[in-house]
């Protein structure tokens, strides 16, 4: 008795959906990632719809649920399905889109009305096809192979093999597949086949949506195809980590799907719902947290990085507009609402950063309004001396008309740090005034 | 208020309505007059209602087409299955009848709307592109569809059968007021197609300049997909929630075969649409065993295939006969230039005299022997050449004016690109070759006043080096 059996026999039925969920990940997430980098993510779609026909014609011809005639019927439809959307939209002109929705629609009519034909003889539920239905699958007894002296379901060696297969050929053409999705002229000027790729993408496409469609319905693999792949694109600008991250999100799709499949709906009660579908639910989940949360790419990652850099400029527009006033009066003092008209700022936006100014201690409050304290007042010293430093540059070393430069340099004060100071009054004249005549604070000693 | 009705003609959900399985007797015989005059009542609600529908989603879906949002119906219509799911849950919890069809409409519309903004959102916060947006909408929220399924027929008086209507299609059962809502939605699209022509058309060709001339483009875009949703809702249960979008992309993509007119594209499309529904009814109508949703695509797709070959403007066969054509009217030309330079070239005989052999003529161009003959007899029914006693080629008179004319024009242009677009004078010849075919005499008379040279007989010298293939033993100087 080899270890492997001793696992295999003790994984429950829940195991084996899972299993089975994962590998179908894994096998749809590699060749997904290419579908989405080249944009032809609905051609999944297309594809895995138009795999219906082929299923129907294998019924027909053969006259039996035969798996192999099944597969190959399905895969051979499917690569049609990407050759005629092909020659359609570049023989007919028509648009990509267009000709994808014509093909993969007339062949699904196709092969619902095949079905219809066969229904005599043959059992097939459409709703299966759709949804997939993996709980059905997988309780025992089921439709097994022996391998290593265990049984082991054939759904899951099936998706097993596709997956090892699909994993094999990407790793062995990742060079290739690398360069003809990101710059397919240079592929074929390097000498790779990028049709041949494109065929070969296709045919793995394919295989692996009519390997799936047992285990999630043709529609739902889609989701398998698409959501992961574009999930790990938001989380990565590499191929090769999008390649390991795809997968990997499908597998935690899967086996969140199971388990809230089962355990959300006894929570209120109610008997476990479709797993297929629970898992398409988990990856949307998962690429709506990353749409948000992805540290380069998320929308609050950004929002938030963008509010806390607007105040940061904020907080030293403050000092530097209160520096200024105390140049011309030393106890000079600006309540919060002069500020915020001088600003141009919002009452919320001046009260919070005047608080965060107060926290590290660089403003005072007074009985007038607000103050430097000494701190704040070195701080603000270096940025108006950046911003005339800058001013003067501007006007010395890049002729910027007088009237222009206080804006250019009230936004490149923020930047300006001692080494770049330096730099610019090396460039600029020894004069010790701005262009508009005021005095550049020298720089601290410290 | 109508309800769906139990009836399904696919035989497909058999699993759970043996009943509906209609058994054609071999020995009943279709009566063809009474099926295509509309007699019978039921026929005629079917195909009125998928005429229409057909009709509308023809015309909606071209602006939709030439936007480049053809599958954007793709996802939509995936995006109503949660909300038809959801719909009949609440009702039925809230101890209503979930069949009620207009709140199945309400929350198919509420789910596909929210489909449709989940793809601008996706589309405008993040670098994921439209087609990834797609997918991803279509497939998680059929996803979550599939999940409300199969808490259905688990609910206390759940009873789902009826809903797989709306995936599948169930065009037989169609009720009277099932029709009525489809001729409504597709007259008021058709309507507002009519009155906002001008502007979808704006839309469709130039976005830029619509938002520029005051037109929201957002707001446009808006209506158009309104109407797209209206359209899928009420095809849902009409052909179901996949081969809707066949109905919005099959009919316009058609129709583009048969005009570059917008207008001319939306009559085309919205009849080839109302064809494909009528036909397909019809032909359901008379042979039971074919379900009509899928006929009606399959009749779409028909149509589609012929337009695609036979469109009297983008047709592939028009194409491939007018590119032929062009090809051999080149050739043509080619070979009596061909002659005439050869026959230049040997000063000895006069032009008109000259003979050139068959492998000169080979070695002149790279054409095959085959391809040579075919043209040499194209040639010789025009009358330009014959063949002169030794096996050779000579030009007639005609000919000869002909050969001399394109000779002229080709040099003519040589020596613009020499004098007026400094082109090397080696690589003018290639360029001429391209152009000479399509100059106009207009062009010519601007060629010859730039030039110069107002001898029209006169055919100028070759400003470069005529490779002297006119070497009877093919070696070159």
Redesign the interface.
């Known amino acids: 008795m080899t270890l492997f059996s001793l696992v295999a026999q003790r994984v429950s039925t829940d195991g084996w959906i899972v299993i089975a969920g994962s590998l179908c990940a894994i096998a749809a997430a590699l060749p997904g990632c290419f579908l989405v980098l080249r944009r032809l993510s609905m051609l999944g779609d297309a594809i895995s719809h138009a795999v219906l026909p082929g299923l129907a014609v294998a019924f027909l011809v053969s006259g039996s649920r035969d798996s192999t005639s099944m597969f190959v019927g399905a895969v051979l439809v499917g690569l049609l399905t990407a050759l005629l959307t092909e020659l359609i939209r570049r023989y007919g002109n028509v648009d990509e889109g267009a000709s994808m929705g014509v093909v993969f629609t007339s062949l699904f009519a196709l092969g619902l009305l095949l079905i219809v034909q066969a229904a005599d003889h043959v059992d097939l539920d459409p709703s299966c096809v759709l949804y997939g239905s993996i709980e059905q699958l997988l309780p025992p007894p089921f439709d097994s192979w022996t391998i290593l002296g265990a049984a082991v379901p054939r759904v899951v060696v099936m998706l097993a093999i596709v997956a090892t297969v699909n994993l094999l050929l990407i790793v062995l053409l990742y060079k290739e597949f690398k360069i003809a999705a990101f710059d397919s002229s240079l592929a074929t000027t390097s000498g790779i086949r990028s049709g041949v790729l494109h065929y070969l993408l296709m045919a793995m496409v394919a295989v692996t949506a009519v390997a799936s469609f047992e285990t999630v319905g043709n529609i739902l693999v889609v989701a398998m195809f698409v959501v992961p792949p574009a999930t790990a694109l938001l989380l990565t600008d590499r191929l090769g980590r999008m390649l390991l991250l795809a997968p990997l999100l499908g597998v935690v799709s899967a086996v969140v799907g199971h388990t809230s499949a089962i355990a959300l709906p006894r929570a209120f009660g109610m008997p476990s719902v479709s797993t297929a579908g629970m898992m398409a639910v988990a990856a949307g989940i998962l690429f709506t947290l990353a749409a948000m949360f992805s540290p380069r790419h998320g929308v609050v990652v950004r929002n938030v990085r963008r509010l806390i850099l607007s105040q940061q400029i904020l907080g030293e527009d403050i000092l530097g507009t209160l520096y200024r006033a105390a140049e011309i009066n030393s106890s000079a003092t600006l309540t919060t609402a002069e500020l915020g008209e001088k600003l141009l700022a919002t009452p919320r936006a001046i009260w919070l950063s005047q608080l965060l100014g107060r926290w590290r201690g660089f403003l005072r409050h007074t009985p007038r309004g607000l103050q430097l304290t000494e701190t704040g007042a070195s701080h603000a010293s270096d940025l108006v001396r950046s911003h005339r430093l800058w001013e003067q540059y501007l006007d010395e070393q890049a002729g910027v008309a007088s009237e222009r430069l206080h804006a250019s340099a009230e936004r490149l004060e923020h930047y300006t740090d001692l080494a770049l100071r330096r730099q610019l009054d090396e460039q600029t004249s020894t004069q010790s005034t701005d262009p508009h005549g005021r005095e550049i604070p020298p720089e601290r000693q410290n | 208020m109508a309800t769906l009705g139990h009836a399904a003609t696919?035989?497909?959900?058999?699993?759970d309505s043996p009943s509906t399985?209609r058994l054609v007797d071999p020995s009943q015989t279709i009566d063809w007059g009474r099926l295509v005059l509309l007699r019978d009542y039921n026929t005629r609600v079917v195909v009125l209602g998928t005429c229409f529908l057909g009709v509308g989603a023809g015309v909606v879906g071209s602006f939709t087409?030439l936007r480049?949002?053809?599958?954007t119906?793709?996802a939509l219509s995936?995006a109503t299955l949660p909300g038809i799911a959801l719909a009949f849950i609440i009702a039925t919890l809230a101890g209503g009848d979930g069949k009620q069809l207009s709140l199945l409409l309400l929350g198919a519309a509420t789910t596909g709307t929210l489909g449709v903004l989940s793809i601008l959102a996706?589309r405008r916060?993040?670098?994921?592109?439209?087609?990834?947006a797609?997918?991803?909408v279509?497939?998680?929220f059929?996803?979550?569809?599939?999940?409300?399924?199969?808490?259905i027929p688990?609910l206390p008086r759940g009873n789902a059968a009826g809903l797989?209507g709306f995936?599948?299609g169930k065009t037989a059962s169609m009720l009277d007021s099932d029709a009525q809502l489809i001729a409504g939605v597709s007259i008021m699209c058709l309507v507002a197609c009519l009155l906002l022509g001008k502007e979808l058309r704006l839309l469709c060709f130039d976005q830029a300049y619509a938002s520029a001339a005051g037109f929201s483009v957002t707001l446009l875009d808006v209506l158009l997909m309104t109407m797209v949703v209206a359209i899928t809702i009420v095809g849902l249960q009409a052909v179901g929630l996949?081969?809707v979008?066949?109905l919005?992309?099959?009919p316009?993509?058609a129709a583009?075969?048969w005009t570059e007119q917008l207008s001319g594209m939306t009559i085309i499309a919205g009849l080839i649409g109302g064809a494909s529904g009528t036909v397909g009814s019809l032909v359901s109508a008379a042979f039971p065993?074919?379900?009509s949703?899928?006929?009606i695509?399959?009749v779409?797709?028909a149509m589609?295939a012929f337009s695609?070959m036979a469109g009297a403007k983008?047709g592939?066969i028009w194409r491939i006969l007018r590119r032929s054509q062009v090809n051999s009217r080149i050739a043509l030309e080619h070979l009596l230039r061909g002659v005439y330079e050869i026959a230049e070239q040997n000063q000895a005989t006069p032009i008109q005299d000259a003979a050139t052999s068959l492998a000169t003529l080979v070695r002149h161009r790279s054409w095959t022997t085959r391809q040579l003959r075919q043209v040499i007899r194209r040639a010789q029914r025009k009358g330009f050449v014959r063949w002169s006693a030794d096996d050779k080629v000579q030009l007639t008179s005609i000919g000869l004016r002909e050969a001399a004319r394109l000779t002229r024009q080709h040099r003519l242009w040589e020596l613009y690109l020499v004098n007026y677009a400094e082109v090397a004078t080696a690589r003018v010849d290639r360029g001429a070759d391209d152009i000479e075919h399509v100059l106009e005499a207009s062009t010519i008379d601007r060629l010859e006043e730039l030039l110069e040279t107002h001898r029209p007989t006169m055919v100028p010298a070759s400003p470069h080096h005529i490779d002297p293939l006119t070497n009877e033993h093919g070696t070159t100087q």
Do not use: C, N
């Not at chain 2, 696919?10 to 699993?15: E, H, K, L, T």
């Not at chain 2, 480049?68 to 599958?71: E, P």
């Not at chain 2, 059929?142 to 808490?151: I, P, Q, R, Y």
């Open positions: 696919m035989p497909v959900v058999a699993a399985v087409l480049k949002r053809a599958l119906a793709d995936h996706i916060t993040t670098h994921i592109k439209e087609d990834a797609l997918g991803i279509l497939s998680v059929f996803g979550a569809g599939a999940v409300l399924m199969t808490l688990k797989e995936i599948y996949v081969l979008i066949a919005l992309v099959t316009p993509a583009r075969f065993r074919l379900p949703g899928p006929m695509v399959l779409a797709a589609f695609a983008r592939i």
